[in-house]
């Protein structure tokens, strides 16, 4: 029997693989170690008593009393706290989902690798802040890591295990997310509710605001490079409104194999769930005759200057994805806090940047955690003091 844990399962992807778990008959065919949350813990309580976890864990411990009232009587431990959550994940199990949002989800995730676990990875930040970090760990231990972001998924799949040197260019598509037919003077009054409305995709209201400001597919050219060992040159990003195609795979001999799907994310969860099988899953099935059209754009830079900065921090290099990803998600929780407009994360993010490289440069690549959140404090600090600057 397999086990499982899922860290960040009280979130929208968390609650996608639950729904996937319960249907597979869990807990007859699976068994549940741990399942974190944060804020949520009545629905952490919820899941861990249907799954009947070993262990359930809320970052936040001022919320453990509520938790611990809630699994009362069922005999599954209760902890809190960001330790506890790395050690939850250290507990081996055979599959384990990173499924936290933002950086936070870093540590967890290399306790799974530094155990030699299955690692399902959504949590594209770990590999944006700390990729060389995060491969080199799994290299080390002869941990897998599962790609289950659509796009990176869908290029795992349509790679079908060729070679990478072959191949020509790998093309990841962009919805364009809320804002993508606005005329960009409206963008600088867009609201926090206006951006938190996902034209195709239901997720957390963090990365809908990042698939509108275009940083997502940032933080999605970064995280493909970094997984595939891809140079920035060969990887392309299309807008395509459908969200039918989520990437595709160009060779050299002119053939580009795409991987087509329902804009649902129980697709590539499930997918990395049953690999190296395929399952029956409940995902609609692909009625082309029905959309009868899917259409492609080049997306446009000055709308979204996020791509432009992606670019440039993979060229960079060295800890200027740590700065990049905690740069934005400072400049996120203030537009958030309506502390600045829509359009002024990306000068802010590009500001951290800048300041960064001008006073130290980005210099190696971080080889620890420490050395990994230092950097992460730092950008989320040059972020915060230039928000807003002219
Ligand atoms: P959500 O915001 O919906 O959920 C985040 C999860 O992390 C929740 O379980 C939340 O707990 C928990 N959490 C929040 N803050 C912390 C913290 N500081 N420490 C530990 N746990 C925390 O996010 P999504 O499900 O949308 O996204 C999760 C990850 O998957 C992200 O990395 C995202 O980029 C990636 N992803 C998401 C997709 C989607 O469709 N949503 C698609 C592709 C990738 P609680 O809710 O209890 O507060
Ligand atoms: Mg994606």
Request: aromatic share 4%.
């Amino acid at each position: 029997m397999r086990s499982i844990s899922v860290l960040g399962a009280t979130g929208s992807i968390g609650e996608s693989a639950f729904d996937l778990l319960m249907r597979a008959g869990e807990p007859e065919t699976f068994r549940t170690i741990a399942l974190t949350g944060a804020s949520n813990v009545a629905r952490l309580a919820e899941m861990a008593r249907a799954l009947r976890a070993e262990i359930a864990v809320t970052a936040m411990p001022e919320k453990l009393p509520e938790l611990r009232e809630a699994l009362a009587g069922t005999g599954i431990e209760a902890a809190a706290g960001p330790e506890a959550i790395a050690e939850a994940a250290a507990r081996p199990a055979d599959w384990t989902l990173s499924a936290i949002i933002g950086a936070a989800g870093l540590p967890p995730g290399l306790e799974v690798l530094r155990r030699g676990g299955t690692l399902a990875l959504a949590n594209k930040e770990s590999l944006v802040a700390a990729g060389r970090l995060v491969m080199a760990e799994a290299a080390r231990s002869g941990a897998r890591i599962l790609p289950v972001d659509s796009e990176h998924s869908a290029i795992f799949q349509s790679l079908n295990g060729e070679n990478l040197e072959q191949v020509e260019s790998v093309t990841i598509t962009a919805s364009g997310g809320a804002f993508r037919d606005w005329p960009l003077e409206r963008l600088a009054r867009a609201t926090v509710s206006e951006a938190s409305c996902h034209p195709n995709w239901a997720m957390g209201q963090r990365i809908t605001i990042d698939s509108a400001s275009m940083f997502n597919k940032a933080l999605e050219v970064i995280e493909t490079h970094e997984f595939f060992g891809i140079d920035e040159e060969r990887i392309r990003v299309l807008v395509h409104p459908q969200s039918i195609i989520h990437a595709f795979v160009s060779h050299r001999d002119g053939a580009s194999i795409a991987h087509m799907g329902a804009p649902d994310m129980r697709h590539a969860i499930g997918y990395a769930l049953n690999w190296p099988h395929r399952a029956a899953l409940p995902v609609a099935a692909l009625d082309l005759a029905a959309l009868g059209s899917l259409t492609f754009s080049a997306p446009d830079e000055t709308r979204w200057p996020a791509l432009r900065l992606a670019r440039e921090v993979i060229r960079a290099g060295g800890a200027a994805g740590a700065v990049l990803n905690a740069a934005k998600e400072q400049a996120l929780d203030d537009f958030i806090a309506g502390r600045i407009g829509f359009m002024d994360m990306a000068p802010a993010v590009e500001r951290a940047l800048e300041a960064c490289a001008r006073e130290t440069g980005f210099s190696a690549s971080p080889a620890s955690l420490d050395d990994v959140l230092a950097w992460d404090l730092r950008g989320r600090r040059l972020a915060a003091s230039t928000a807003g600057a002219a």
